[in-house]
């Protein structure tokens, strides 16, 4: 069975830093692409990263790009996003999601929320 | 502000069938698959369409999908109450290389 787990959320000061996590598990984690999506409270599903399957290639949505690290460890089967310089703006639960062209996000973890406030 | 865009709201009666469009630009939609998703409340989405209108084991012959151009469309037949939920669409889009999604439509039955 297909699981991804996230985890490293919480209450972060502007400006301040935080790691996500997501342990996949139930399929071999190296030979897919991995997104990580987020939902602002109240609102829509916003695609946020993306990573190829060995780590060689990544991308980022505009609104992140500069302040945010998508890194995974095939070793450890687990996916990444270093997110600095943390804004209000960033507050959402992020979802980590197995993705393929195919199959677009076909499994997705049950999120992580973080939110940014002093 | 989505990059593919949907109507916000859409409802039916139990038993009609109902459509939620969206739509996209040339490079997205228009050049790359559709996916659907499904979010029912307070749990993650799940994979309802991939590939324009394939469906994965598992999810119902009532929901299908269609694509024409830089649109695509997704139906829901013999509507029921436990299909009350936010559905979005998503594209890759070529030029983020990445997947952008619609802004969702929530589906009320009435």
């Known amino acids: 069975e297909v699981q991804l787990v996230e985890s490293g959320g919480g209450l972060v000061q502007p400006g301040g830093s935080l790691r996500l996590s997501c342990a996949a598990s139930g399929f071999t984690f190296s030979s897919y692409w991995m997104h990580w999506v987020r939902q602002a409270p109240g609102k829509g599903l916003v695609w946020v990263s993306r990573i190829n399957s060995d780590g060689s290639s990544t991308s980022y949505a505009d609104s992140v790009k500069g302040r945010f690290t998508i890194s995974r460890d095939n070793a450890k089967n687990t996916l990444y996003l270093q997110m600095n310089s943390l804004r209000a703006e960033d507050t959402a639960v992020y979802y980590c999601a197995r993705a393929s062209y195919s199959y677009g996000s076909d499994y997705w973890g049950q999120g992580t929320l973080v939110t940014v406030s002093s | ?110």
Do not use: H, M
Not at chain 2, 21 to 47: D, E, F, M
Not at chain 2, 62 to 86: M, N, P, Q, V, Y
């Open chain 2, 1 to 110: 502000q989505s990059v593919l865009t949907q109507p916000p709201s859409a409802s039916g009666t139990p038993g009609q069938r109902v459509t939620i469009s969206c739509s996209g630009s040339s490079s997205n939609i228009g050049s790359n698959y559709v996916y659907w998703y499904q979010q029912l409340p307070g749990t993650a989405p799940k994979l309802l369409i991939y590939r324009n209108n394939q469906r994965p084991s598992g999810v119902p012959d009532r929901f299908s999908g269609s694509k024409s151009g830089t649109s695509a469309s997704l139906a829901i037949s013999g509507l029921r109450s436990e299909d009350e939920a936010d559905y979005y669409c998503a594209a890759w889009d070529d030029s983020l290389s990445g997947e952008v999604f619609g802004g969702g439509t929530k589906l009320t039955v009435l």
